[in-house]
Every structure is written in structure tokens, then in C-alpha cells.
């Protein structure tokens, strides 16, 4: 089982930027596709942005596409989310997570095996 651990939130005005990372450990996440997902109070989590276990391919919720960008440095064992022009309704707490199955990259939280414990981004207006 790996441990997931997020760093980077905060509190920002509308149109900043915030750089999250999300450090591994226990096992290497080299061969996993790796998600950001959110959840804002009273809502369901979502899906934000994955990145398959090479790099090679994101893909992006449409509320963040061309806003966000995730990327991972597997020789740190880290992956990371770019958000700029940040926006009110961007406001909840960002989890990172672990695919269950190596080589497989998908958006859906059931196939993510591993979470880290959240950490909260405010966007004030």
C-alpha cells in the first residue's frame, strides 16, 4: 500500500495560482497512473485531472481544462497540479490518489486504491 501525502494548499484571490504536490511513499507509483480529485462541501468528489504512469497522457475535467495541469517526477515519487487562474467555485479540498492497477490510467475515484488525506484550496473573490 502506498502513502500519499498533499502539500501546497491555501488560501488565494480569483485569477492566482497554487501548486500542489502529492509525495508517495511505502512503494513506488512508477507503473500507476495518478488523479487529482476535489470535493467541495455538500457536493460529491470529482474528478480533476490524471496522469498516466509515464506521463505520456492527461486528461482533464472540463471545469479545469487549460487552467490546471498535472505532471509527476516518478524519480521523486511525486506528482504535482499546476492551478492557475484559479476561480471561486475551485474552492474544496484536493485529494491525490493511486490507481489500483498498474499501466491503466482512468478518471473514475473506484479505480483509485489510494488516498492521501486532502488539502484544502480556498479561492476568495
Known amino acids: 500500500q502506498v502513502q500519499l501525502v498533499e502539500s501546497g494548499g491555501g488560501l488565494v484571490q480569483a485569477g492566482g495560482s497554487l501548486r500542489l504536490s502529492c509525495a508517495a511513499s511505502?512503494?513506488?507509483?512508477?507503473?500507476?497512473?495518478m488523479g487529482w480529485f476535489r470535493q467541495a462541501p455538500g457536493e460529491e468528489r470529482e474528478f480533476v485531472a490524471v496522469?498516466?504512469?509515464?506521463?505520456?497522457?492527461?486528461y482533464y475535467a472540463d471545469s479545469v481544462n487549460g487552467r490546471f495541469t498535472i505532471s509527476r517526477d516518478n524519480a521523486k515519487n511525486t506528482v504535482y497540479l499546476q492551478m492557475d487562474r484559479l476561480k471561486p467555485e475551485d474552492t474544496a479540498v484536493y485529494y491525490c490518489?493511486?490507481?489500483?492497477?498498474?499501466?491503466?490510467?482512468?478518471?473514475?475515484?473506484?479505480?483509485?486504491?489510494?488516498w492521501g488525506q486532502g488539502t484544502q484550496v480556498t479561492v476568495s473573490s
Open positions: 511505502g512503494r513506488t507509483i512508477n507503473m500507476y497512473a
Open positions: 496522469i498516466s504512469w509515464s506521463g505520456s497522457r492527461t
Open positions: 490518489a493511486a490507481g489500483r492497477k498498474a499501466g491503466v490510467t482512468t478518471t473514475s475515484p473506484a479505480d483509485f486504491g489510494s
